[in-house]
């Protein structure tokens, strides 16, 4: 402990000599210097203890002294602190004593009086907004500083003005105005130094009275208050390094920053920076501790802990550094896989290794198949260094891949490696082709190997790979994304370790993200956008668990959340869109849970429907949310286009196209109920309420059940909070026994067209010589040419997962239309039978017949399936799905199903009237005798058998299926019946249109017969030229 000194005067007057021979009288002054503060009355209580002294005089005789009546005399005090000492700062408040000099007061009684001399910095800004900055102020502020302890000189470094722009009333022209007419706006720069820690309490009282007297604001930043405690020496790469900052008086708010060459940015709790503000028990102290986990390369840097009380800030600052490793190591291979179809012994690859720069040194080298080879030299270019180097492949086959890597050694000797296997073809082997998609050479590659392109386009960054799957290759799955989407993906990464995760960064992010997901991209390049899209949702979700986010982001957030659900999320297998819908839910919902909301209600998008309600219901999307709740915030939103990319575990169910998340914020209920009315569509039977478990990534009824509500609504209610939905029936009712079914009979319905278009165009003179005969085949070849289109068409998009969208869509409006078309003609020929029958005695001309059908049969439908498609187009409504190559169904009287449902039913229901009309006739004209009402209901009979294909009554079947119990047995003979006669309607409209047709049996017969009479004549006519030419050879 370094020493104190004071000075005490004390009289020990009339120090006697009591010596009888010379009776000298002494004066004597004790002269004191101690590092403790004593009492004088101390000090004089001991003298009085003491009465002989033994003393020594020059020649060195011993005399005995007796002391008597000691006292103080001294009437003034001269203290002072020893050298590199200085007063506290309760003797500069209390004496004026604010300096190393000697101090006059009695400070006797202070514990402690003096510390050690410390040199703090303080800089400061005083910004002044009504007056000038003038000779009175700067004599206040030096007096401000003067009467602060440890004062040591006070500089004004600048005096700048605020930049104001004006418009030009001459030239309309913006113009900058850097200094008022009154000199206000100025701010005043200054720094002071001082020789002793600050009163901050003291401190900024002085700056408050000073900021009332210039009409000013004034902000103090401090640098030598704080002790702060970092590593002296380099860290290891991904330890977990401790900064630790204590300043001895207690504060209001404490943060961290980190400056390096990239910037300087706050930290914040996060995955990789832990703070603690509490690891002291002192109350007069303020205290926090910095963790930085597994640190990479980007936390090397300048850190700086700031403690701050009203407006002065105490700061301190410390290195800390890495022993660096690379945190990428990017891997390329030219050619991407090696041919050793030639058998040669070994085939060179060239490989090429980069790394950002950066002021790590390493000790660098590359192994081929574990087996280590030789070091690299670098070669730097712009942000990054290079390394290359060239492997001889062996073409011999091993069962092993040929993997070859690079490794990194730093200063510590610490290791980071990278490797990658080399795709090899050899001799024997099954591959796939060279190929070229979208611009790209994809070489030759082994069966079951997956190559890698490092290379993407202009603008983007990422890879592409694919793999060889036999002799075929697979899609080319694309990781390209933006380098503006690359960057807001990093800068949401740094956020969620800690690194800039401020409120700014936080509307930074999802504003980027939101312009990312409104710009156009290639259809192989949209998916990997998108999925970099969820990651940063994913990350911003995690981050706000520790990082508290503000309602501002809730704008750029919806809105980028509802665009990405716009994009097409084709290109990649079910699974990895499986996987990619379940972390978008959990993400969204995740940020809308976090978000600390004050006054916002809610947002609404295309896609994405936010609200937030302090009352027990809620409306979103047109869907009324219930929850008992006795307080606190519910927050509700509701997605569209989700629920069909989320996997269904629920067989022969398809989701409805809404979710609804619903979080509860500040409520203490326990019991929760929740009531969602789900709108119902009255084509599909019984709802199944569900809610998505986050867990298994399934959908789950557990705690979920459906309730009676109106014919429009489904009322869900369950017992939990999470996102919600229905499942709906009657969308994939197949199984393996009934597409079994559907292929057979389409193929033989397809060849029954054939052989009936066939039969028409042999018999067709002969059959249609009345006009009623004409008009029935006419309507009858129509039928049979669109039914066989259309049940092709089908066919060809039995596997929609290998075709692309074009042929999708293509193959979706064929069926569209040519079933609308083999429908429309179905009437034609239905109201033509009802006229005749009706219309006796006024035919229908032929000429009317033909342009009337003409207008039903070819342009309605053509009309009916453009007008649906440029409907769709222009609403940004969904024409067709992807997934089964056919119409969408959204709900009751939405979505372009319904373009076809409705005709269909129409004309079905029309034409179930005229075969009741046709039936009715027939009855009429019975005679009422046993004979005629028998040969009346063989007609009847015919009737129904003959007129239900070509009419095509069997699609009521279908109609009726919809509104059957799923589990019953009616359903299932309904089911298959249905599927039968409608796979086999081409063989049903041979059978009945041909072969059942007299006129054209009996022709078809005829033209047979004379066949075979020709065949035989020409048969007995070459026999006797065959006998004269074996004549003439003989």
Known sequence: MCSRVFLVLIGAAYICHQARAEGDVYIAELLIKSNVSLEVLTILSVLDSLTDLQVNNADGDSHTVTLSNPELVADTYSCSCADGYIWTNRICQEFYCCSDHSCPGDVSTMVPMCNPKVKVNVNGSIMLSLNNWDDSKQEKLNLLMETTNGFVYLNITSQSYKLMLFLSPINDRLSILSKPQNSSDSVIEFEAEFSSKLNTSHFQIMLTALETITESTILVNTAGMVTIKAPETKVCYQSSPVVKCMIEEPTESVSWNMSTELGNFELNPGSVVKLDHSCTAEADTSCSTLILQELTGIWEGTYQCRFTTGSITHTAEAEVNVALLPDEIHMRIDPLSADCMLNPETMPVDVTVSILKSRGSYEVWWSYMDERMSNLQNKSDGEFVFYTFTVPLSCKKTTEPKTVSVTFQNLVGQKKSEHTNIPVVYMGSTFCDDDVEHGDLWPKASDGDTVVNKTCPVGRVGYKSRTCKGTTWGLVFSNCISIELAKILNTADHFLQGLGATQQAALDIFEGLKNSSLSESDSVDTTADIIASIDVLDLMARASESVVLQEDVLYDMVGAASNMLNKSWDNVNDSIIQTMSSNYLESLEGLVKNIRVNKSNGLKSQNVDLKFCSTQNCDVFGIRVDVNKSNGIMKVVAVKNLTDKLRNNFANTRPIELLISVTLDGNNNPSIVIRLDFPRDNLLETPTCVFWNTTKEDWSSSGCFA?????????????????????????????????????????????????????????????????????????????????????????????????????????????????????????????????????????????????????????????????????????????????????????????????????????????????????????????????????????????????????????????????????????????????????FQGLLILLTGCFAEPKVREEFFKIIRIAKTEAAANTFKALPEACERTHLIL
């Open 707 to 983: 309730k009676p509500d109106d014919d429009n609504y489904t009322l869900c209610e369950c017992n939990h909070l999470t996102s919600f939905s229905v499942l709906m029936s009657k969308i994939d009712i197949s199984d393996d026994f009934l597409d079994i079914i559907t292929t057979v009979g389409l193929a033989v319905s397809i060849c029954s067209l054939v052989i009936f278009l066939i039969i028409e165009w042999l018999v067709w003179a002969a059959v249609v010589k009345t006009n009623l005969s004409y008009f029935r085949h006419t309507a009858l070849v129509n039928i049979a040419v669109f039914l066989l289109l259309a049940e092709c068409s089908f066919l060809a998009s039995s596997y929609p997962e290998i075709l692309s969208e074009n042929w999708c869509l293509a193959l979706t409006v064929s069926k569209h239309l040519f079933f609308l078309a083999k429908f429309s003609w179905m009437l034609c020929l239905s109201v033509m039978l009802v006229h005749q029958l009706i219309f006796v005695f006024t035919p229908l001309r032929k000429r009317v017949f033909m342009f009337l059908s003409s207008i039903i049969g070819y342009i309605c439908p053509i009309l009916m399936v453009g007008s649906s498609y440029i409907y769709c187009k222009y609403t940004n409504r969904p024409y067709y799905n992807p997934k089964t190559c056919w119409l969408v169904f959204e709900r009751l009287l939405e979505g372009s199903i319904h373009a076809f449902l409705i005709p269909v039913g129409s004309i079905t229901f029309t034409n179930l009237f005229s075969m009741f009309v046709v039936i009715v006739t027939l009855v009429r004209t019975s005679d009422g005798n046993k004979s005629e009402d028998k040969e009346t209901a063989k007609s009847i009979l015919k009737v129904v058998v003959f007129l239900t294909p070509v009419f095509g009554v069997t699609w009521i079947i279908g109609f009726g299926l919809l509104l059957l119990d799923k589990g019953s047995t009616l359903f299932k003979i309904a089911n298959y019946t249905f599927t039968i006669f409608n796979s």
